[in-house]
Nanobody, 123 residues
Framework: VQLQAYGGGFVQAGDSLRVSCAVS????????AAWFRQAPGKGREFVGA????????YYADSVKGRFTISRDNAKNTVDLQMNSLKPEDTAVYYC?????????????????WGQGTEVTVSS
């Protein structure tokens, strides 16, 4: 399974941005997916996750109510819509996938990772 994240950029605080992840190499609907992020000088942290069907979603408290994760199994994509962006959202955003019906907030749960896309939020 190969994942490629794209859509990052430079935005102002309060703006919106959508990052996407294209998945190839296997039947995507058999995988749970998630987004993580890594700010400069910090560890990689959980942002949001979505199960295989899209029926269950989970978010970090820091983004709840502002970010929305979604997926399109026909197009093999998983998106992260980010609204009301803050400077503290500045990070490299990574998509991840794991086979099966479950998802997790833990990095070690995910077998496949994209290369990351950079999001910078200016105040």
């Amino acid at each position: 399974v190969q994942l490629q994240a794209y859509g990052g950029g430079f935005v102002q605080a309060g703006d919106s941005l959508r990052v996407s992840c294209a998945v190839s190499g296997h039947t995507f609907r058999h995988y749970g997916a998630a987004w993580f992020r890594q700010a400069p000088g910090k560890g990689r942290e959980f942002v949001g996750a979505i199960n295989w069907s899209g029926g269950d979603t989970y978010y970090a408290d820091s983004v709840k109510g502002r970010f929305t994760i979604s997926r399109d199994n026909a197009k093999n994509t998983v998106d992260l819509q980010m609204n009301s962006l803050k400077p503290e959202d500045t990070a490299v955003y990574y998509c991840a996938a794991a086979p099966g019906v479950g998802v997790s907030t833990a990095l070690g749960f995910y077998d496949y990772w994209g290369q990351g896309t950079e999001v910078t939020v200016s105040s």
